[in-house]
């Protein structure tokens, strides 16, 4: 199947190959994934270049909440290479108000009572209410923030906080878009992406109903469709 298109699948902080596992099956047969390793490294920068220097020469390129960040990281970079882009549940906005003070009291979490005990509150946060009950999704979310450990944790956080301002790269795009995002996410919100969609030139806007921040997890199906719409984009 050597026609399948090279699709390089990112993740956001402490999620693996779990976050995009639906999608990796769903497509394999129109695209040969790669869900990327993101440990080892604390900038959104060395992400980039570490995806860069192991992905094809030219690919299709997904990122998910920070895995969006380094998205744009990896188009600021070799834009050259990405023959189109997927922004799930992202943003472009440097540190905010407040973050660094929340940032810390996690860390505070992590290092007095464990990652367990951050992963319970995050769950929440991430999740919307109406799928906590979801056992099968919130444990798989769950399980998947425990696959990591409290080194990986504070390397991401570090990566999050070094964040710098990637509005200014959104015009600079090019190739099919796609900006997808659940209705009901509050961690990166509609109109965030509404935003970002009507900056790129060539950006196709889907937000996804009955649906929070873990898309690709919560709603498979919906956005497995959506990515395979816009692999198949002339």
Known sequence: MADRIPLVLVPGTLCGEAAWAPQASALSDIAEPTIADLRGHDSLTDMADAILRNAP?????????????????????????????????????????????????????????????FAESWVTAIVPPYRLDDAELVGTVRAMILSFDADDFQAQSRAMLGRRDLAPILPTIKCPTLVLCG?????????QHRSMAATIANARLVVVPQCGHMAPMERSDAVSAALRAWLMTD
């Open 183 to 191: 209705e009901d996410d509050t961690y990166s919100p509609p109109d």
């Open 57 to 117: 020469p030219v690919f299709a390129l997904a990122g998910h909440s920070m895995g969006g960040r380094i998205a744009l990281e990896i188009m600021d970079r070799a834009p050259d290479r990405v023959s189109r882009l997927a922004l799930l549940d992202t943003g472009t906005h440097p540190v905010a108000e407040g973050e660094p003070a929340r940032r810390a009291q996690n860390a505070g979490v992590v290092a007095t009572d464990g990652l367990a005990a």
